[in-house]
C-alpha cells in the first residue's frame, strides 16, 4: 500500500517532494494521512494565535491518529478518491457475464461447469483482493502502534502570509496556500491535500468553531475549484 511509516524517533508530517523554501524536507512514503476521532480517536488541541511579523497565524492543531480513523482515511483515499475499486469491479462484471452466457448455453455439454467455475472466479477474485486491502490496513495500524492514539504532527493554518506550516517535533516544513493541491470536507475531518497523493487531516471536533469555521478559511484561501464537500 506504501502509506506512511512513522517510529519512535522520527515521525514524518509532511511531503518530501513538494517544494518548500525555507523549510527542512520531511521524509514521506507515497502519502501522508490524518484523520479525527475526539475522544474515540483524535486527541488535538487547536489555538487562536495573534499576527506575527511574517503574517497572521489563525489555528494550530495537534494531531494523534489511531486506528479507527486511519481506516476511515484510507478507504475514502484508496477506493473513492482513487477509485481503486474498478478494476476489480470491472473484473467481477466481465466473468459474471461469461458465466451468464454459459447458463444459457447449458444444453451445451460443460457449460454449467465452465460457467460456475466463472462466477466463482468472477466473485471470489474480486473478494480477495477487498480482504487483502482491509487486512493490510489492519497490519500497518497494528505496526505503527495506532492503538491507542499516536501523536502525529502539529499543523498550522495562517493567512495568505503565514501559509501553511507543519511540525512533528524533529522537522518543519512550509507550505504557501497556492501550493495545496484540493481541500475534501468529510463527516469529521477535513483533508488537505498538499499534492495529489499527499494529505494532511484535520479533524472538525478540534476546531473550536466547528467545522463550517475551517471551511470559512479554506474558502477564503482556496479558489472553489480545488474545495470539495463530501458531507455538511
Known sequence: MGFLQFDE??????PADAAAPQSV????????????????GFAAVVFFMSKGAQGALLMKVEVRLNEKEFFRFSTFDVLRLR????????????LCACA????????VRGAVVLGIALLAAGIGIPAVYFLNFFLSLRRQA????????????????????????????????????EQVFHAYRGASASYLYITPQRAFLIPHDCVRDGADALW??????????RRTVLYH
Not at 30 to 37: A, E, K, V
Not at 100 to 107: D, I, Q, S, T, Y
Not at 216 to 225: D, I, Q, T, W
Request: hydrophobic letters at 40%.
Open 142 to 177: 497494528r505496526q505503527e502502534g495506532l492503538s491507542p492514539a499516536k501523536y502525529v504532527y502539529t499543523l498550522e493554518l495562517g493567512d495568505a502570509a503565514a501559509g501553511i506550516t507543519v511540525d512533528n517535533g524533529h522537522e518543519h516544513a512550509a507550505y504557501p496556500w
Open 216 to 225: 470559512k478559511l479554506f474558502e477564503a484561501r482556496l479558489p472553489a475549484g
Open 25 to 40: 524536507p520531511l521524509e514521506t512514503e507515497n502519502r501522508l494521512w490524518y484523520n479525527q476521532g475526539g475522544r474515540s
Open 100 to 107: 451468464a452466457v454459459c447458463f444459457l448455453m447449458r444444453h
Open 9 to 14: 524517533k522520527k515521525t514524518p508530517c509532511a
Open 83 to 94: 477509485k481503486r475499486w474498478r478494476s476489480p469491479a470491472i473484473f467481477a462484471a466481465i
